[in-house]
């Protein structure tokens, strides 16, 4: 897809805030144009719809140790626990960063967040236009009782460009009230999620709206946690990753009149264009894979007007040794109307079944921000099966046998479980490249959504050692995961009496039973994890995609780097 955010990161060892030399300036693009999404959606006629030809917004990310109090800009936010508004015996802050903006503002700051009744509580914010500081205005958001993780941070760095916006501000500082207790890593994690969130924030995908605003923020500097060649590389390193995740946003909000198969596969091509030291793309039509014997994926293809594309890009370290070679495949489903079974009645939600191609967007995502990160000792497969679930005379029918790439037979029951039928020639196709670890990303189950809700995704692995690693590296990106059994005796569910198996069980147990199918398709030897991330890709109350599972991939895929 297209350019979403530049970020150019600096930073200064300078302890005033009038000193103006930095130590280095570092300039990288997350996509190189929107115009490249819009050529290769050109093919899009249905409603005559293309993406607009934006310009990506420019943030300037700065770190300092300064005086706060002596800031020069538009708004200084300041992070603020429950415990950092405690006050003295004359009701002055004790904490030292509070203490001395109100002493600057004589009393002000205080008397103002004892009137809105601000609390330091996740959620709360305040602005303040002032005068007595550099800055014009101060706000105060809360960070809750004790913040330590990257979600809190993230969220933190979101508040912060939210309140941007809402003045229209071009530059802001942002600052901890307590920040003297962390450690050098602690910092740097910090420094990490706050930049993250703040990109992400600012991120709005306004390309198919007739009109938008381009956010007037131009600039943020973060006082307090350090400067330094590794901040430097963190802050190089979130904005990689976030360019992958809002380059998997703007997959996931696309519709599907614009976003087919042949759509997806070109925008994967362009990435290993883009990145051609370290990828390499291969994009198989509808008729080699017949020839790999695809038909559990060419069946569920079947009734749609527009061909399926087997999409595979291959990652290779620029130099050095591969030591271990990884896959991620990813569920493409570009729309699912649900076949025969159709989606029908409240709460089927066909309306957002673009999203149904969530786990191809986290697995691309993943590949856009590892090809500008170029980790080495890794070899990484991103495996996606490319199609529509659609309605027509020569469609899939409840009842039909379709025969997977490894021999295994499959009584379709129900056309409305057809991931899983595209995810079983993906896992085949995955463990033929003698890969040792296989993770699988999929928008799967409504049952994982009503067992874990909205924001968690589930995790199905026969396999403690790559659960650890795949926890580990969610622990740092902030994504909430979740371990669920799979449970063997549930299969007796899925037998059949033409088949090897039927492709959906009974409505108990369902995101289980659906990963125990998955299982049927992955080698022995090889390590595979199942992640149903239904609920997590999709934010409701935005009404947009959220770039689910591209944080951790990178994260573990870098650990595996190691």
């Not at 590949?367 to 490319?386: D, M, R, S, T």
Request: proline content about 4%.
């Amino acid at each position: 897809m297209a350019a979403i955010a530049t970020i150019f990161v600096s930073l200064s060892n300078s302890s005033s805030s009038s000193l103006s030399l930095v130590t280095s300036r570092l300039h990288f693009a997350a996509f190189p144009t929107r115009k490249l999404m819009s050529h290769s959606l050109a093919r899009a006629t249905l409603g005559l719809t293309q993406p607009a030809n934006a310009e990506a917004p420019k943030i300037s990310f700065t770190a300092k140790d300064v005086d706060v109090t002596e800031w020069k800009g538009d708004i200084l936010a300041v992070g603020v626990t429950e415990k950092d508004l405690a006050r003295d015996a004359n009701s002055r802050f004790e904490n030292v960063i509070l203490k001395k903006i109100d002493s600057k503002l004589g009393g002000l700051l205080a008397e103002a967040s004892y009137e809105e009744d601000f609390s330091g509580k996740v959620g709360q914010s305040t602005v303040l236009r002032i005068t007595g500081l550099g800055s014009k205005r101060v706000s105060l958001i809360g960070l809750g009782q004790s913040p330590s993780t990257t979600a809190f941070f993230k969220g933190f760095g979101e508040a912060v460009v939210a309140a941007a916006k809402s003045t229209q501000a071009s530059n802001v500082a942002i600052v901890l009230a307590s920040s003297e207790g962390l450690s050098a890593q602690s910092k740097l994690s910090t420094a990490y999620a706050i930049a993250s969130g703040a990109v992400l924030g600012i991120f709005e995908d306004n390309r198919y709206k007739s009109e938008s605003k381009k956010p007037a923020l131009k600039s943020v500097e973060i006082i307090g946690l350090g400067t330094g060649p590794e901040l430097e590389k963190k802050l190089k390193y979130a904005g990689y990753v976030s360019s992958g995740i809002i380059f998997g946003r703007e997959l996931v909000n696309s519709p599907a009149n614009v976003l087919t198969p042949g759509a997806l596969a070109e925008e994967a091509s362009k990435i290993a264009a883009t990145y051609n030291d370290v990828f390499t793309a291969t994009i198989l039509n509808a008729e080699q894979c017949k020839e790999l014997k695809m038909g559990s994926y060419l069946g569920v293809a079947a009734a749609s007007a527009n061909p399926p594309h087997f999409i595979h890009l291959r990652y290779k370290p620029p130099t050095g040794p591969v030591n271990v070679k990884l896959a991620l495949v990813g569920k493409g489903l570009t729309f699912d109307s649900g076949g025969y079974n159709i989606k029908t009645g409240p709460g089927c939600s066909i309306e957002l079944m673009k999203f149904d191609m969530g786990g191809s967007a986290a697995v691309l995502g993943t590949a856009k921000a590892l090809g500008q990160i170029k980790p080495l000792g890794v070899e990484v497969h991103f495996i996606v099966a490319a199609c529509e679930n659609m309605i027509s005379g020569t469609g899939m029918r409840p009842g039909d046998v379709v025969t997977a790439s490894n021999g295994k037979t499959i009584e379709v029951n129900n056309t409305d479980a057809e991931g899983r039928l595209t995810l079983a020639d993906a896992l085949v196709y995955a463990c033929n490249q003698g890969v040792e670890k296989i993770v699988d990303l999929a928008t799967l189950t409504g049952a994982c959504v009503v067992a874990l809700g909205p924001s968690i995704a589930g995790v199905f692995t026969p396999s403690d050692d790559l659960a650890k690693e795949v926890f580990e590296a969610s622990e740092v990106s902030g994504e909430k995961l979740w371990r669920l059994p799979l449970e063997e005796s549930y299969w007796e569910t899925m037998k059949s009496g033409v088949a090897d198996m039927v492709n959906t069980g009974g409505r108990q147990g369902g995101a289980i039973i659906a990963a125990l199918f998955l299982k049927q398709f992955v080698d022995e030897k090889v390590q595979w994890m199942h992640i149903d991330m239904a609920g997590p890709v999709w934010n409701d109350k935005k009404r947009s995609a959220t770039g689910f599972g591209i944080a951790t991939l990178v994260e573990w895929v870098l650990k595996n780097a190691k």
